[in-house]
C-alpha cells in the first residue's frame, strides 16, 4: 500500500512539473499599434495656367450719324442700332495664383488675354438712301464694319470642390474683376447696289476699363497628388463702352470749304457688352 501512495506521488509530481514546464514556454506578445496615415495636406497655395477657345459672341450696340453739312444743319442727326455686332470666336490665354482654404474651398486671381475680330453691319437710314438717290425699298444699302478688340480681365475668384469620384474632382465657381477692352482702329465701308456708294472711312478705336463677371464649372484630374489637369467650362459677362472715335472728316471744321463749324468730337459708337462661353483646358500645382 505504501508503495501504490509513493507511485501515485510521483506521478502527480511529474504531471505538475510538465504543465509548469509548459506554462513556461507561453510567450505572451504586446498588441502591435499601427501609426495612422498621414493626413492629406488640405491647404496651401497653387500656380495656374490655362488656354481656352471663346466661342464666336453675338452682341449689339450704337452709333452716332454725324450730319457734315454746313451749320445750322451740321451735328447729330440720329443714333443708329446696329443690325449685327460680332465678337469672332479666337483663343484665349491665361494665369494665375491661388490658396486652398480645405479640401472643399479654394480662391485664385486671374489675369487673362484674347484677341477677337469685329464684324459690324447696319443698314442705311431713309435720309441716306434719298440723299443719294436709292430706292428706299428694294436698294439693300448698308454699312460694313470691321475691327480687332484686345481684351485682358483681371478676376478674382472662390470656387467649391464637390466630392472626388476617384482620381477626378468635379468644382463650381464664380468670379468678379475687370476688364480692359481696346478696339484696334475701325474700318467703315458703305455698299449699294444701284450705284458705287465709293463710301470708306477710318477711324480711332478707343478703350475703357469695364466690369466683369464670371461663372465656371468643370472637373479636375490627378495626375499627381500635386499636379491636377483641369478642364472647364467658363462664362463670362462684360459690360458695354465705347467703341470708336469719328473719322477725319467728321472732326472736320469746313469738311465741303465752304462754312467754318464745329466738328465731331468725342465718342460715336459703343457696343453693349459681350457674353463670352469660353471652353479652357489647365494645369495647377498645388505646392506642399
Same mark, same amino acid.
Given at each position: 500500500? /505504501?508503495?501504490?501512495?509513493?507511485?501515485?506521488?510521483?506521478?502527480c509530481g511529474m504531471l505538475i512539473g510538465a504543465n509548469g514546464?509548459?506554462?513556461?514556454?507561453?510567450?505572451?506578445?504586446?498588441?502591435?499599434?499601427?501609426?495612422?496615415?498621414?493626413?492629406?495636406?488640405a491647404s496651401g497655395w497653387y500656380i495656374r495656367g490655362d488656354i481656352g477657345y471663346n466661342?464666336?459672341? /453675338?452682341?449689339?450696340?450704337?452709333?452716332a450719324f454725324w450730319n457734315q453739312f454746313d451749320p445750322p444743319y451740321r451735328g447729330i442727326?440720329?443714333?443708329? /442700332?446696329?443690325?449685327?455686332f460680332d465678337l469672332k470666336g479666337g483663343a484665349s490665354y491665361g494665369v494665375g495664383v491661388g490658396y486652398r482654404f480645405n479640401e472643399m474651398f479654394r480662391a485664385d486671381a486671374t489675369l487673362d488675354f484674347f484677341r477677337?475680330?469685329?464684324?459690324g453691319r447696319t443698314d442705311c437710314p431713309s435720309y441716306v438712301k434719298s440723299a443719294k438717290g436709292l430706292n428706299l425699298i428694294e436698294d439693300n444699302c448698308h454699312y460694313e464694319d470691321s475691327s480687332t478688340a484686345n481684351i485682358w480681365t483681371a478676376m478674382a475668384n472662390a470656387y467649391v470642390d464637390l466630392p472626388k469620384v476617384g482620381v477626378l474632382t468635379p468644382y463650381l465657381g464664380a468670379g468678379l474683376g475687370a476688364a480692359y477692352v481696346n478696339y484696334g482702329n475701325?474700318?467703315?465701308?458703305?455698299?449699294?447696289?444701284?450705284?458705287?456708294?465709293?463710301?470708306?472711312?477710318?477711324?480711332?478705336?478707343?478703350?475703357?476699363?469695364?466690369?466683369?463677371?464670371?461663372l465656371?464649372?468643370?472637373?479636375?484630374?490627378?495626375?499627381?497628388?500635386?499636379?491636377?489637369?483641369?478642364?472647364?467650362?467658363?462664362?463670362l459677362r462684360i459690360n458695354g463702352g465705347k467703341a470708336y472715335g469719328y473719322d477725319a472728316e467728321d472732326r472736320s471744321t469746313n469738311p465741303f470749304g465752304n462754312v467754318e463749324g464745329p466738328g465731331a468730337t468725342g465718342t460715336q459708337a459703343h457696343d453693349n457688352g459681350f457674353n463670352i462661353h469660353t471652353?479652357?483646358?489647365?494645369?495647377?500645382?498645388?505646392f506642399r
Open positions: 500500500m /505504501k508503495n501504490v501512495s509513493a507511485i501515485a506521488l510521483m506521478a514546464a509548459h506554462a513556461a514556454d507561453i510567450i505572451l506578445e504586446e498588441p502591435v499599434v499601427l501609426a495612422p496615415a498621414p493626413l492629406p495636406v466661342f464666336k459672341n /453675338k452682341t449689339d450696340g450704337d452709333w442727326d440720329d443714333t443708329l /442700332k446696329y443690325d449685327e477677337a475680330g469685329i464684324k475701325w474700318n467703315t465701308r458703305q455698299v449699294c447696289t444701284e450705284i458705287n456708294c465709293d463710301y470708306q472711312s477710318e477711324k480711332d478705336g478707343l478703350d475703357s476699363w469695364r466690369f466683369a463677371m464670371g465656371m464649372a468643370g472637373v479636375s484630374y490627378d495626375l499627381t497628388e500635386q499636379l491636377k489637369l483641369d478642364l472647364g467650362y467658363r462664362y471652353v479652357r483646358a489647365g494645369l495647377r500645382y498645388e
